[in-house]
């Protein structure tokens, strides 16, 4: 209390609302506990996100896909030849895709 | 406690996500919080419980402290935050039992002290406003500077201490005080 020039009605009053520290008894660790809990649904939640709503997008996206396949008779054959041999297939795409999820949360926990 | 110290472990904790060092923090400090929202809260389970709820807030929002000024301060303003929630929060779902119909026993069920078991502080406590109560705290419990009772509270430094002539003002008037149990 640099600022403040205390007279004797301030040290009655400091002394009055001074109280005894409060023990520990455990505190400390259970909000650490808590907070490493929280920690780790945040780690999952990302990855846990990602898989659930690749399966859940993957059945309409095969269906987008199939759709456009029709729509390919109408696109001149050497087109769609050069196309397919660059654009990886679906499936390929999604395994890469958990792949990469389940690649981050290991390094995660190596790095931990 | 030192606020180098302080600051080392803020930065270990925001750096390196270092639970640790945030835990370290928490044991060096938890004594003033809970005293602080103890005296403010009247109830103690509901003032530990407030600041668990304190101490996650601060985890969660422990990039934002620059290190200016003390980081018991900061943790204060986060504590009183945390509280006013709190308070809110209760005053909305009595609303909401009332208004179904119910009697809201919630203070009933708190623990409450028999007038007689009351030490002198809380006798004081109980004639300032919640305001005056949170301000007279920090200044004379924690050790607060006007200047950081008025980062804490987002007010001037000016209202700060009339704030504090004002609940001093009233402790006067209210009692004759002499000798005194502590709180």
Redesign the interface.
């Known amino acids: ?4 020039i205390k007279d004797a ?2 040290r ?13 008894d455990g ?6 506990r ?3 809990r ?2 780790w649904l945040r780690r999952l939640t990302l990855p846990i996100a990602a898989v659930i709503g690749g399966g859940i997008a993957f059945k309409p996206l095969a269906g987008l896909v199939a759709a456009l396949s029709n729509l390919s008779s109408l696109i001149p054959e050497a087109v769609i030849n050069s196309a397919a041999s660059s654009v990886p297939q679906l499936q390929t795409v999604v395994l890469g895709a958990i792949l990469l999820a389940v690649g981050l949360v290991g390094m995660r926990m190596i790095e931990e | 406690m030192s606020t180098s110290a302080d600051n080392e472990l803020v930065a270990r904790a925001v750096s390196g996500q270092d639970t640790a060092a945030f835990g370290e923090l928490v044991r060096r400090h938890q004594s003033h919080v809970r005293n602080f929202l103890r005296k403010l809260a009247g109830d103690y389970a509901l003032a530990d419980d407030l600041a668990q709820d304190c101490f996650l807030h601060a985890w969660d929002k422990l990039q934002t402290y620059s290190g200016r000024g003390t980081f018991i301060g900061w943790l204060l303003k986060v504590a009183y935050t945390t509280f006013l929630q709190s308070k809110r929060k209760s005053k909305r779902y009595a609303e909401i039992l009332e208004s179904a119909g119910q009697v809201a026993d919630q203070e009933e069920r708190s623990t409450v002290q028999p007038v007689d078991e009351l030490s002198d502080l809380d006798k004081y406590l109980a004639v300032l406003t919640e305001e005056e109560r949170a301000i007279m705290v920090m200044s004379y419990a924690c050790g607060l500077s006007h200047r950081e009772i008025g980062d804490a509270t987002d007010m001037p430094v000016g209202t700060v201490k009339s704030v504090i002539f004002r609940g001093k003002e009233k402790i006067r008037n209210s009692f004759e005080i002499k000798d005194h149990k502590h709180g």
Request: no cysteine; glycine share 0%; charged share 35%.
């Open positions: 209390m640099a600022e403040k009605e301030d009655l009053l400091e002394s009055l609302f001074d109280s005894e520290p409060v023990a520990d505190f400390s660790v259970s909000v650490v808590k907070i490493n929280r920690l």
